[in-house]
Structures are given as C-alpha cells and as structure tokens.
C-alpha cells in the first residue's frame, strides 16, 4: 500500500465516532484512533504498545485475560448489541460503561483483532430512565393489588413474580415472622422450593443476625460472595434480604438473589424496598382485619355471657336469700343444717363462675391502680417454682426500670398464675418458661393511649396451631381433657385486661412453644367505680325501703331479707310503679333499686327522677353486671357505688346502713 492510501486509511479510521483498536495476539495495542484516545483520555500515540488490559477495570483484568485467549483458539466476528454489561478504564481511574464488537484481521500471517468500542453512557441512562419508568408502573400495578388481593401469601406471590421479572433475579422468596422472631417461615417463593430457600436464610443470617433484622435494627443486609466466587461466578449468588417493616411490627423478610458478578444497584434496592413497603402494608391489613375480627367476635361474645351471667346472678340471689331464711328457720336441725351448708356453699361457687363470666364480658368493674409490676412478679417467684415443679426451669427476665401499670394487683396476679398454669400443662415432659416484663414507650394502646407496660409469659411447650389460637380466649374453650379445665382462665384474663385498658396477644405455632403478652397501659390512670362487696357485717334498723325490681321472686328476697333486718318494706316494678308507691308512702327513706328494669327502663332513669320530684332521697343500685354502664351515665367524679349480685343478708344489711347513715354510696340530690 502506497503511503497516501495509508493516510487516508488512518484519516478514514479518525473519522469514525466509534474507537478503533488493533490488537495483537500478545494482547499488545498495535493502532488507536482518535476517538479511542479522546474516549479514554489518552494522549495523541500513548496507547500504541500499551497493553490491552490497561482499557479494562482491575478486577476484571484477569478474567479478561482468559476471555482473550480463549478467543484467539477460535476467533469470530463477535456484533455489538449483545446486551453485554462492559465496562472501560479511563486513564484517570473514571469507567464508562461500553459495547464491544471484535473482528479477527490477517496481515501478512500475523493474527490481529480489530476492537470497536463505543461510549454507551448515554444509551445506559435511556435505558435506565425506561426501566425506571417499567418499574413505576409494575409498582402502580402491585399497589393497585395489595388494595385488591385477598390475603397476603397470594400478594407476596405476584410480587415476587414482578420483582423476578424486574431485577433479572434467579431466586427470590418472602418468609413470615415466625413465633416470637426466632425463626421464619417461606410464604412464597421463586426459583428454589422452601426447604432451599430457608436452607440459604440460615446459612447467610445467624440467629444474631436475623434478630437485628426483625427488630427493625437494619434497614437491608446485602449479601455478597467471598473471593471463590470469582472464579465461577455461576456458582454462587449476592444479592439483599430486606425487613417488611409495618407501623406495628417486622412482619418477615423479602430476599433476592441473583448471580454472583450482578449485585444490585442502588436504584434496583429502592425498587425492592418500595415492593416491601406494600406487602408490608397487605400484613399490616390483615393482622388489622383479624384482630377487628376477633374484637367483633369477642364482643358478641361477651355480650352473650354478661347476658347469661345477669340471668344467672338472678336466680343465686334468689336461692342464696332464701338459703340464708332457711338457715333461720333451721336453727335447732343439724342434720338439715348440714344440707342447706353445702347448698350454700353450691350457691358461692355458681356466684365466682359467674364472676369469670362478668370479667370475660368486662361486665364486672375492677379496682384498677398503680400497680409495681416487678416487685408483684418478684413476690410470685416462689410461689411459681412451686407450681411448676422440678422438670419445668423457671427463668425471670424483668426490666430493672419498669413502670408502674395501671391494673387490679390482685386478678394481676391472679392472671399471671392462670398463665404460668396453662404454660405447665403444656410442657407434660418438662421444659423451660420465662416470665418476663419490659415496657415500650413507642407502644400506645389503642383505647388509652398510654404507654405500655408488657408482661410475657414463654413457653417451650407443645405449641398451639392458628386455629386454636383464634379461639383460645373464647369461654369455655379448651384443648385439655374432660374434667381437666373449664376453658374459662385465658377468657377471665382476657376480660381483666381489656378492663384495664389493655390488650392480650398469643403468639404460638406447633412445635415452637407459646408466649402470652399482657400489654398495660402504664399508670397513673383513672380510678374505676368502686362496687360494694360484703363487709361481714349484720345492721339492722326500721327505716322504710321501697325495693324496685322486675324479677318478682328477686324481688321477695330483697323485701324478705330487708325485714328480717327490721325494716319496713315497699315494692315497684318499675318507674311508675315507683313514683306511685313513693306517693302513697311518704315516709320512704331510701329506694333499692335494680339497674336493668323491663322495657328498657334503668334505675339511673329511676334516680333521675326521683333527684327532680323527691330531692335528697338516697338511691342504693344493685346489678349482676351492668357497672360499666355507670360510666355511661355518670361523670369520673360522681360514679355511686353499686351492691354487686348474688349478695348475702350482711351485705345488703350493710350497704343500706351506709346509705342511710349519710354515707357516699347512694345518688343524693
């Protein structure tokens, strides 16, 4: 070739946008043109000579060694386009990213390689703007179905289909937060079966590790291979494991994988998280719906055995009072004496039954206070070692700075031991339980508002499955044999701690043990309404009582039990009934009055009344389960205290003499 052929040559290879390389079969550079030296900001003939690899990024040099010489045993023109991710060293360190064609060239029996490389920076940010814009709209799709999908493991399967789809991933699953965050279990997954999958989750993330995760310590943990990797990149996986993070709690884990050499970017991460925030969302709706279910079920619930319990209560007081008239009359027959004891004794054990049945229904009021929680659970610990016995390990973990919570200290304790019972019951071959309290200020109770204050009873037992769960606060409900529990424990701790403002929640799954957590709104709170109960005591006096009450053979006990004390007595049926007899009768000093009347009448309608036309009569209420309406009808600060169904002579002695000895029981106008 003549020298002016060769210029025009080399002018024509100037001209082309694209860089141009020769290279030999050492991997030396034998020609550049001008764009390859502008593109890689190379002086004018610095290249020529230079090595090839000095163009690629260090941690691929090697590699790009054995693509080199493997492509000289069987050199092919290899177009650009090939949707290779390529990337180019500058000389001042910068990379770009790059396409690549190679054509083998002949000259004169020496093998060359032709290169054209060209600058896709431009074409990556095009394209990088249209996968952004692909992956807003599958996230607007996936929105549109965490709205629509009926249950969480359905959602967490289609997102995992858009994520695999989106990020070119080879695996990727979402696991559920298993019992107490000790483990977790594969809900959906793409690309490998469940046992693999968890197989993987525990090798990458120690229990340490994944701990940190569910408690919402670490936002994501990227996962990225050791050097081995580097060989054989096929062969091993990174990739990120996120948290699905609700307003409430860390509902499980979302993980994506994919082959060694491709980490995720920055922007494929934020993608997944938005991806988390909706599934997490679609958690957070049906632990919502499941727990507004339970809420609505347990009201009906309640609603049914304050009901039963009101009825019930009715008829003790009637057996009870005329128990108590036939001990009178019986006074000189033992062995008759002895029958209506155990009768009595009968009529006390039907009245506390009753009572678990009112405190499931928070029909029951309690004396709710500042109650020192640890020092109430460090008074138990022998009492508890005790009831487990020698094959259950007793362990106590209780913050040292906890605060006082607002509850009755008695049924609190009451309740702790009904769950350290049911907690031994389940571990019939020994096991470990841990009683535990701590308190979250970042926790509000829904109904209070306080801060919390939470008590948690752990088991290593037998574990309980989602069915039982969801019916293991209902009455009567038991898993235990016949004769062996009356279903009734969890129920009463149930509606004690609704009382109090707070909330019960159980978390078990077969297999795994059961923790039970109180949470308690932290005190100061407002004092409950105070119910009268027995005193012990038998007053008598001869003042003159109007009794008002719809049940007539209730009523007849109440008058019965009134004159044996030495009064005289009136009786109403309801609030005409009443205003008449107070008419007819106007030396009544005091009406005793039911809560619950027919026809919707109240005794606070009654008192209402009565403060209008016969101002400063005393009214003393008795109920079988309506103290909660008190707060309804009467402010924090002039609730009137109520004389408590099925009571004893004594008691009813004892209230009305406070009554009318000036006392603050009754409501005086």
Not at 37 to 62: D, Q, W
Not at 87 to 99: Q, T
Not at 588 to 593: D, G, P
Request: include cysteine.
């Amino acid at each position: 070739m003549v020298p002016a052929d060769s210029r025009l040559l080399e002018a024509l290879a100037d001209a082309a946008p694209d860089a141009l390389l020769v290279v030999d079969a050492n991997g030396r550079i034998r020609y550049a043109n001008l764009a390859t030296e502008a593109m890689f900001l190379y002086a004018p003939g610095a290249l020529v000579g230079a090595a090839i690899e000095v163009l690629i990024p260090t941690r691929y040099r090697n590699r790009h060694r054995v693509d080199r010489t493997r492509y000289a045993t069987d050199p092919k023109s290899r177009p650009m386009g090939l949707n290779l991710d390529l990337v180019g060293r500058r000389r001042d360190g910068s990379e770009i990213p790059v396409e690549v064609s190679l054509s083998p060239l002949a000259v004169q029996g020496e093998r060359l390689v032709v290169a054209a490389v060209r600058d896709v920076t431009e074409l990556k940010r095009s394209r990088e703007l249209l996968r952004r814009s692909q992956r807003q709209m599958a996230l607007a799709r996936l929105a549109e179905q965490a709205v629509s999908t009926g249950g969480t493991e359905a959602f967490c399967a289609q997102m995992l289909k858009v994520l695999v789809e989106q990020l070119k991933l080879s695996h990727a699953g979402v696991c559920e937060r298993g019992h107490e965050g000790h483990h977790v279990r594969f809900i959906a997954t793409q690309g490998w079966t469940d046992a693999d999958a968890l197989a993987t989750i525990r090798r990458v993330l120690p229990p340490a590790r994944l701990r940190r995760l569910l408690e919402g310590q670490v936002q994501q943990l990227l996962v990225a291979p050791g050097k081995a990797a580097q060989r054989d990149p096929e062969a091993y996986l990174t990739g990120a494991i996120m948290p699905l993070r609700g307003p409430s709690k860390i509902h499980g884990l979302l993980s994506l994988f994919r082959r060694a050499d491709e980490p995720l970017s920055e922007d494929e991460c934020l993608f997944a998280q938005s991806a988390c925030h909706l599934a997490a969302a679609v958690f957070e709706r049906q632990q919502q719906q499941g727990l507004l279910l339970q809420a609505s079920k347990m009201e009906a619930l309640g609603q049914l055995t304050g009901g039963v319990a009101h009825d019930f209560n009715n008829l003790l007081t009637v057996i009870a009072g005329n128990l108590q008239i036939l001990e009178d009359v019986l006074l000189d027959r033992a062995d008759a004496r002895m029958l209506v004891d155990s009768a009595a004794r009968a009529a006390r054990r039907g009245a506390e039954l009753t009572g678990k049945l009112l405190a499931f229904s928070r029909k029951r009021q309690l004396t709710a206070q500042a109650v020192d929680c640890a020092q109430l659970l460090g008074s138990m610990r022998d009492l508890l070692r005790r009831t487990l016995g020698e094959g259950i390990e007793l362990r106590y973990r209780i913050e040292p700075t906890l605060h006082r919570a607002l509850a009755d200290p008695g049924q609190l304790e009451s309740a702790v031991l009904n769950l350290v019972l049911n907690a031994r019951d389940a571990m019939p071959r020994g096991g470990t339980l841990t009683l535990s309290a701590h308190q979250r200020d970042r926790l509000r109770l829904a109904k209070s508002g306080a801060d919390s204050v939470i008590i948690e009873v752990s088991d290593s037992g037998e574990g309980m499955s989602r069915e039982v769960i969801a019916r293991a606060l209902e009455p009567f409900f038991t898993t235990k044999a016949a004769g062996k529990g009356t279903g009734l424990g969890l129920s009463m701790v149930y509606g004690f701690v609704r009382q109090w403002g707070g909330d019960v929640r159980i978390y078990s799954e077969p297999g795994m043990g059961t923790t039970v957590r109180l949470l308690l709104p932290a005190a100061p709170g407002e004092d409950a309404p105070t119910v009268l109960e027995s005193r012990g005591q038998k007053l008598r006096g001869n003042e003159h009582i109007l009794v008002v009450e719809d049940d007539p053979e209730v009523a007849a006990i109440a008058q019965a039990q009134l004159r044996s004390l030495g009064y005289r007595v009136a009786e109403a049926a309801n609030i005409a009934g009443a205003l008449a007899a107070l008419a007819a009768h106007p030396d009544i000093r005091m009406v005793f009055t039911d809560v619950v009347l027919l026809g919707g009448e109240t005794g606070f309608q009654l008192a209402d009344r009565l403060r209008r036309e016969f101002p400063g009569l005393p009214v003393l209420y008795c109920s079988g389960y309506a103290e909660a309406a008190l707060e309804d009808h009467f402010g924090a600060g002039e609730r009137p205290r109520i004389l408590a169904k099925p009571y004893a002579r004594e008691d009813l002695g004892a209230a009305v003499r406070q009554v009318l000895d000036g006392a603050k029981v009754g409501v005086v106008s």
